[in-house]
């Protein structure tokens, strides 16, 4: 089991900036992969960004140059700087932890809101 906490979401105008927290309950280095997913009403749930824990990053298109994952292994946290932000971020945002062993499984965190609007 994984339970995962996030925090840092919130309302902010374009073209500013949120950072996203996500704390997992065992050690970054038991999991594959964690990162965060979004949704936004009416749509499906997407990747924003991944990082592998043995090495890598994933990003959605939509967010590269503007959105940075990054993670504190001591902490077993990862982190979403996100700048520059567009209307179009806003969603609410899931963190994610994926497990491989005999099986896969996808944890995920309650969801923090994101909204971009002036």
């Known amino acids: 089991q994984v339970q995962l906490v996030e925090s840092g979401g919130g309302s902010v105008q374009p073209g500013g900036s949120l950072t996203l927290s996500c704390a997992a309950s065992?050690?970054?280095?038991?999991?594959?992969?964690m990162g965060w997913y979004r949704q936004a009403p009416g749509k499906e749930r997407e990747l924003v960004a991944r990082i592998i824990v043995r090495g890598g990053t994933n990003y959605a298109d939509s967010v590269k140059g503007r959105f940075t994952i990054s993670r504190d292994n001591a902490k077993n946290t990862v982190y979403l700087q996100m700048n520059s932000l567009k209307p179009e971020d806003t969603a609410v945002y899931y963190c994610?932890?994926?497990?491989?062993?005999?099986?896969?499984?996808?944890?995920w965190g309650q969801g923090t809101q994101v909204t971009v609007s002036s």
């Open positions: 994610n932890a994926f497990v491989v062993t005999s099986s896969s499984r996808d944890y």
């Open positions: 065992r050690s970054i280095f038991s999991l594959n992969a």
